[in-house]
């Protein structure tokens, strides 16, 4: 295929990603000592600037409102900002981390103090009345080398719905790169350096500032004082989520740095987390040195007690490809109710990594490359997954196959940050739920499966047990574009035939009343909430089913 706005290396990128952690998750653990292990320390807010005046022709990337992204939901506004800081580089050590010692000459900008100015977007209640105190913070996702909100992608009807504020903000170097690329005098100010990818070598090497960046950018809204986007609005809490890269970022942030980086007074600067889409903690300094990496014997590679709760959770791609790889040990950990251990981790059967969980025209991640490409969507190349029609345009399936995957995983996405924020304000533990069960007698060990070809255990939901369709977690490759290393990320469903739902359901009454009676049962079990569960009923009304 013909790539465009110089991606012609991402294919490339992906597959000496995929070496990379490859090697690193299976590297010996490293032995250092402990001497110079980072102890708490008070968090420095950042320099702020903006809004950003925006026009037609000079505007936030992926901001709603713009080209060919939705509009800015009702009663909302979104407006961008610059920040600037300094952030150091990190390495574990036997007992934690420390500052990279020492520093290597890759590290072209040294290993402490390093500058940074990048952006974050912040979309919030115009009525500040109407704000519900929650603010959710998302190291934006680089996976692509572009801005991927996924978190409020996935969660934006919450989001409005419950009066909370979101921040996405450009959480790496390549991001920054991309930006400056996309509008060079709008995108002037910022100044994140970036070294391109080399196959074999780290992949950027003042990227493992991010998590100092996520501390005050976190710190900035929580003191919420001048230089604040929301000042005079009423903060009460702030939460991280991040989904897949920036899942495993949120994971990080909790599990290695919660602890060391604090607020004035040495209370925690974020509130609760929420990872998804993730195994585990990311590498904390992207490669630089072999100490930025656990392995996979490493117990750190679970969330340990936090003063701040943790909801991880995973959607059934994440389980697949961990069973597959004999890693599903590495981060499960039993759930926790103690005041210092609070964690929950839900894994969702029928949930997908790249799925379309709202039913949108078009996914947000497609209308972002659109945007970047500066095309419309129906210009945009074939990703090349097998269950994909191989044409221009967005994503659709083959005939019999819905693709992307339009299970919901949004809804109980939105219910975990429900819980978090009862479990946060009145104490209230969330809903606890089995994991997705897997067969380790196989070889590799795959996930356990019931007669329809779903998913058993996890998180139960009216799509899987009162079935239409049987959903599966990942994709292969027919057609290899640059963005086809994408495709072991979607997911996509096969509905069932008449035959098969004539042997299930007596007619559409019939289905449709079971699925109320699930819904009811998600909503009083506290893995839905009641609008999506409305939702869903009206889905599983205009459903094709006999």
């Not at 000592?33 to 320390?41: E, Y």
């Not at 509130?271 to 992207?286: C, E, M, V």
């Not at 997954?385 to 191989?390: A, G, L, P, S």
């Amino acid at each position: 295929m013909t790539s465009r706005c110089g991606f012609e290396r991402v294919d490339e990128r992906f597959r000496g990603m995929a070496v990379i952690l490859v090697a690193l998750a299976f590297a010996a653990a490293p032995a250092l000592g402990a001497a110079a292990d980072v102890t708490p320390f008070t968090v420095s807010f950042p320099t702020v600037t903006g809004p950003i005046a925006s026009t037609a022709t000079s505007f936030p990337y992926i901001a709603d409102g713009f080209d060919v992204e939705p509009p800015v939901p009702r009663g909302y506004v979104e407006e961008e900002f610059f920040f600037s800081g300094t952030g150091n580089l990190y390495e574990f050590t036997s007992t934690g981390i420390r500052i990279v010692t020492p520093c290597p000459e890759t590290a072209t900008s040294g290993c402490t103090g390093i500058p940074y100015t990048t952006r974050m977007i912040v979309k919030r209640p115009v009525d500040r009345h109407r704000f519900s105190g929650t603010v959710v913070i998302e190291p934006l996702n680089p996976s692509a080398n572009f801005d991927i909100a996924g978190i409020w992608d996935r969660s934006r009807d919450y989001f409005v719905r419950n009066g909370d504020v979101f921040v996405g903000w450009s959480s790496k170097s390549v991001i920054v790169n991309t930006l400056k690329q996309w509008n060079p005098t709008r995108y002037a100010p910022l100044d994140w350096p970036y070294l391109p990818f080399v196959p074999g070598g780290n992949s950027g090497a003042n990227d493992g500032i991010t998590f100092d960046v996520a501390a005050q950018v976190g710190a900035l809204f929580k003191a919420n004082g001048p230089g604040s986007p929301l000042r005079g609005y009423k903060v009460e809490r702030v939460f991280e989520a991040g989904f897949s890269q920036d899942g495993s970022f949120t994971f990080t942030q909790a599990a290695v740095f919660h602890p060391l980086k604090r607020m004035p007074g040495g209370g925690p600067i974020y509130d609760g987390y929420l990872p998804a889409g993730t195994t585990g903690p990311s590498n904390i300094n992207f490669g630089l040195t072999q100490a930025g990496a656990l392995s996979l014997s490493d117990p750190r590679r679970r969330m340990p007690p936090r003063d701040a709760p943790v909801i991880h959770a995973n959607t059934e791609t994440e389980i697949a490809l961990a069973a597959g790889a004999g890693t599903i040990a590495v981060y499960r950990r039993p759930d926790g109710d103690a005041p210092g251990d609070r964690y929950r981790l839900w894994e969702v059967p029928g949930g997908s990594h790249v799925s379309n969980d709202l039913r949108d025209p078009v996914l947000t991640l497609q209308l972002n490359l659109a945007e970047l490409e500066r095309i419309q969507p129906s210009g945009l190349a074939p990703v090349g997954c097998t269950h994909q029609q191989f044409v221009d345009g967005p994503a659709v399936g083959v005939p019999g196959v819905v693709d992307p995957n339009d299970f919901p995983f949004a809804f109980v996405e939105n219910a975990a940050f429900r819980a978090l924020a009862l479990w946060v304000d009145r104490g209230i533990p969330p809903a606890h739920a089995e994991p997705i069960q897997v067969d380790a007698s196989t070889t590799p060990a795959s996930i356990v499966r019931d007669t329809f070809g779903n998913a058993v255990g996890g998180v139960r939901t009216p799509f899987l047990d009162v079935p239409i369709t049987t959903y599966f977690p990942i994709d292969t490759v027919a057609h290899r574009t640059t963005f086809s290393g994408f495709c072991v990320l979607y997911g996509y469903n096969v509905p069932f035939d008449g035959a098969r739902l004539g042997s299930l359901y007596r007619n559409h009454g019939d289905y449709v009343e079971r699925f109320v009676h699930e819904s009811v049962g998600a909503v009083r079990d506290r893995f839905w909430l009641l609008p999506d569960a409305v939702d869903a009923i009206q889905r599983a009304v205009h459903a094709e089913v006999p």
